[in-house]
């Protein structure tokens, strides 16, 4: 592990987290919970197994996660994040917040997975109806289904089908996204190959918190 060799916390910090895929381990630990070396992998498309390898090694090494056996009959290591590693979480988060605006532009060879869409929608989102009835959107994008629903006035997201969805959108994940955030009107997100069933009304209701600002050109 290379070092900054600078007495500085930021420079510190980046000593252990700051390496090429590093975080990004630790994004898939805090989504997705205690995964084996194979869920990691999945999650990181592009990574070389050696370097997966060695970046666990360095974050074991540095308190950032541990490694135990799975109780039968799974019978294989899992990662988890150690209590020093659950404390990135707000990090995590505020670069998802920072990042939402350069996700506008989606390149060709962007990979796409389910759960990392999921955890922005459900950061960013918001009911602006709580008093109301629950309700269930689908979203079908990316690798699996994602449902969020609004419940006592937070919003919640999960992968997989809902059973009776209030409303559906279907498409490419860049114009969905847009939609769910306030960036595009439905017409252009339909547009953009995007199909919507369901009362459009619930697209007011469950709204970006603030809508994100496009990224200086």
Not at 24 to 32: G, H
Not at 71 to 81: D, G, M, Q, S, V
Not at 133 to 156: K, N
Not at 168 to 196: C, D, F, K, N, Q
Request: one cysteine or more.
């Amino acid at each position: 592990m290379r070092s900054y060799d600078e007495y500085c916390a930021i420079a510190k910090s980046l000593d252990v987290v700051g390496d090429r895929w590093t975080l990004l381990i630790v994004r898939e630990l805090a989504l997705r919970g205690a995964c084996r070396y194979t869920d990691v992998r999945n999650g990181l498309p592009g990574i070389a197994s050696n370097l997966l390898a060695e970046r666990l090694r360095e974050l074991e090494h540095a308190g950032v996660i541990v490694r135990e056996d799975a109780p039968p009959p799974i019978a294989t290591a899992l990662f988890r994040l150690t209590p020093r590693g659950e404390q990135l979480r707000p990090v995590l988060e505020d670069l998802t917040r920072w990042g939402i605006p350069l996700m506008t532009e989606q390149n060709a060879g962007d990979a796409v997975r389910s759960h990392w869409l999921a955890s922005a929608v459900e950061l960013m989102l918001t009911d602006r109806q709580p008093d109301a009835s629950p309700v269930t959107v689908e979203l079908q994008t990316g690798d699996q289904p994602i449902v969020i629903e609004t419940h006592d006035g937070a919003i919640r997201t999960r992968l997989g089908p809902a059973e009776n969805p209030d409303a559906t959108l279907a498409g490419p994940p860049r114009p969905i996204l847009g939609l769910m955030l306030g960036l595009l009107e439905l017409a252009h997100a339909e547009a953009s190959g995007v199909s919507y069933q369901g009362d459009p009304s619930i697209l007011d209701r469950i709204g970006a918190r603030t809508v994100p600002g496009a990224p200086p050109s």
